[in-house]
C-alpha cells in the first residue's frame, strides 16, 4: 500500500483515535487533530509520522493552522478525514435554539469549514479522499434524532454534491454511516440530553435517555475493525460514495430503502399528476 498523509478530525477519542492509530500502524503519516493535542499524544505517544494538533472545529484560525501545519510537515494531504461530532439526543420541542445551533456549528458548519481549507491543497495535487462521517442517522431518524439527524443529513447531501464537484480534480467523496460504535458516543463526556423539559414528553424522553445511557459503552461495533475499513476504502482505485459500516447499518439502511420504494410505489399516480410540461 502507498503511503499517504491523512488529516483526522476528533482524533483524541473513539473512531478518530482508532483511526489514527491504525493509519501510523500502516505506515501513513498523521495529521491527528483535537480540541487538546495533548489528548492524543497521552493516548499514541510520540511517533514520527505523527503530527498532532489543536483543532476544535469550531474555530476557523485553529483549522488553517493546522492546515498549514501539516503541509509545512508532510508536503500535502492525501486522506481527509472530517469524523469530529457528537449526538445532541433530546427531543426537538426540549431543545433551544442554543443546542440546534451547538449542533449545527460542529457536526456540519464545523465539517464545511474544514472541508474548505484541506480542498484547495487536493486540487493543487490532483488527488485526494474526503470521508465525511455520517451516521444511520443520516440516511434515517426517529425520535430523539431531530437535531443529530438533521446534521448528518445534511452531511451526506453535502458530500453527494461535492463529490460531483470535485471528482473532475482525481478526489473521491466517501460518507461513511456507522450504526452503533463502541466509543465515548453514548457517554456523559459526548452525548447531549436536552436542558430543558416539557410534561408532554416527560415518558418519552426519560425512556429514550435511559434506552441510550443503558447501551453506551455496550455497542456491538468494534472502532478498531471500522479504522482498518477506512483504511482499506483509502486505498481503493474507484472508492464508494457511501460505505455503511456494521450490521445494524445495513438493516437500517435496507428498511429506509424499502420503507422510500412502498410510497413511492403507493403514491406514484398522484406524483406524475403534478406533470405539467417546460415552459
Ligand atoms: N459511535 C457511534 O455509535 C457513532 C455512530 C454513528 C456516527 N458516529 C459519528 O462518528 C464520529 C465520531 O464519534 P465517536 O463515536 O468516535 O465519538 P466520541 O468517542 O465521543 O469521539 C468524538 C470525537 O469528536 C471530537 N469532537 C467533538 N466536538 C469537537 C469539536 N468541536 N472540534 C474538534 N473535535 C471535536 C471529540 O474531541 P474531544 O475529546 O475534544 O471532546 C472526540 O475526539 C461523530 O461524527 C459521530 O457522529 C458515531
Same mark, same amino acid.
Given at each position: 500500500m502507498t503511503s499517504q498523509t491523512w488529516f483526522i478530525t476528533?482524533?483524541?477519542?473513539?473512531i478518530g483515535l482508532e483511526l489514527a492509530r491504525a493509519a501510523l500502524a500502516a505506515g501513513h503519516r498523521v495529521a491527528a487533530t483535537s480540541r487538546r493535542h495533548a489528548d492524543i499524544v497521552a493516548a499514541?505517544? @510520540?511517533?514520527?509520522g505523527l503530527l498532532a494538533l489543536d483543532l476544535d472545529v469550531t474555530d476557523s484560525s485553529q483549522i488553517a493552522a493546522a492546515v498549514a501545519a501539516t503541509q509545512a510537515r508532510f508536503?500535502?494531504? +492525501?486522506v481527509l478525514v472530517n469524523n469530529a461530532g457528537y449526538g445532541y439526543l433530546g427531543l426537538f420541542e426540549e431543545s433551544t435554539e442554543d443546542d440546534v445551533r451547538a449542533q449545527f456549528e460542529t457536526n456540519v458548519f464545523g465539517l464545511f469549514a474544514v472541508t474548505r481549507a484541506v480542498l484547495p491543497v487536493m486540487r493543487a495535487q490532483r488527488r485526494g479522499h474526503v470521508f465525511n462521517v455520517s451516521s444511520v442517522g443520516g440516511i434515517s431518524g426517529a425520535a430523539s434524532g431531530s437535531l443529530y439527524c438533521s446534521t448528518k443529513f445534511a452531511v451526506e447531501g453535502f458530500s453527494i454534491s461535492l463529490a460531483d464537484e470535485v471528482k473532475g480534480f482525481g478526489i473521491h467523496v466517501t460518507i461513511v454511516g456507522p450504526g452503533y460504535?463502541? @466509543? +465515548?458516543?453514548?457517554d456523559a463526556r459526548s452525548v447531549r440530553f436536552a436542558t430543558t423539559s416539557v410534561d408532554d414528553y416527560a415518558a418519552l424522553s426519560a425512556e429514550l435517555r435511559g434506552f441510550f445511557e443503558d447501551r453506551s459503552h455496550q455497542q456491538a461495533g468494534d472502532p478498531v475493525r471500522l479504522a482498518e475499513a477506512f483504511l482499506q476504502l483509502a486505498a481503493e482505485?474507484? !472508492? !464508494?460514495l457511501r460505505f455503511s459500516a456494521g450490521s445494524d447499518a445495513l438493516e437500517i439502511l435496507d428498511t429506509r430503502l424499502a420503507s422510500l420504494k412502498q410510497e413511492r410505489d403507493a403514491y406514484a399516480d398522484l406524483s406524475r399528476s403534478v406533470d405539467g410540461s417546460w415552459a
Amino acid at each position: 500500500m502507498t503511503s499517504q498523509t491523512w488529516f483526522i478530525t476528533g482524533a483524541s477519542r473513539g473512531i478518530g483515535l482508532e483511526l489514527a492509530r491504525a493509519a501510523l500502524a500502516a505506515g501513513h503519516r498523521v495529521a491527528a487533530t483535537s480540541r487538546r493535542h495533548a489528548d492524543i499524544v497521552a493516548a499514541l505517544g @510520540t511517533h514520527e509520522g505523527l503530527l498532532a494538533l489543536d483543532l476544535d472545529v469550531t474555530d476557523s484560525s485553529q483549522i488553517a493552522a493546522a492546515v498549514a501545519a501539516t503541509q509545512a510537515r508532510f508536503g500535502g494531504i +492525501d486522506v481527509l478525514v472530517n469524523n469530529a461530532g457528537y449526538g445532541y439526543l433530546g427531543l426537538f420541542e426540549e431543545s433551544t435554539e442554543d443546542d440546534v445551533r451547538a449542533q449545527f456549528e460542529t457536526n456540519v458548519f464545523g465539517l464545511f469549514a474544514v472541508t474548505r481549507a484541506v480542498l484547495p491543497v487536493m486540487r493543487a495535487q490532483r488527488r485526494g479522499h474526503v470521508f465525511n462521517v455520517s451516521s444511520v442517522g443520516g440516511i434515517s431518524g426517529a425520535a430523539s434524532g431531530s437535531l443529530y439527524c438533521s446534521t448528518k443529513f445534511a452531511v451526506e447531501g453535502f458530500s453527494i454534491s461535492l463529490a460531483d464537484e470535485v471528482k473532475g480534480f482525481g478526489i473521491h467523496v466517501t460518507i461513511v454511516g456507522p450504526g452503533y460504535i463502541r @466509543t +465515548d458516543f453514548l457517554d456523559a463526556r459526548s452525548v447531549r440530553f436536552a436542558t430543558t423539559s416539557v410534561d408532554d414528553y416527560a415518558a418519552l424522553s426519560a425512556e429514550l435517555r435511559g434506552f441510550f445511557e443503558d447501551r453506551s459503552h455496550q455497542q456491538a461495533g468494534d472502532p478498531v475493525r471500522l479504522a482498518e475499513a477506512f483504511l482499506q476504502l483509502a486505498a481503493e482505485k474507484a !472508492p !464508494p460514495l457511501r460505505f455503511s459500516a456494521g450490521s445494524d447499518a445495513l438493516e437500517i439502511l435496507d428498511t429506509r430503502l424499502a420503507s422510500l420504494k412502498q410510497e413511492r410505489d403507493a403514491y406514484a399516480d398522484l406524483s406524475r399528476s403534478v406533470d405539467g410540461s417546460w415552459a
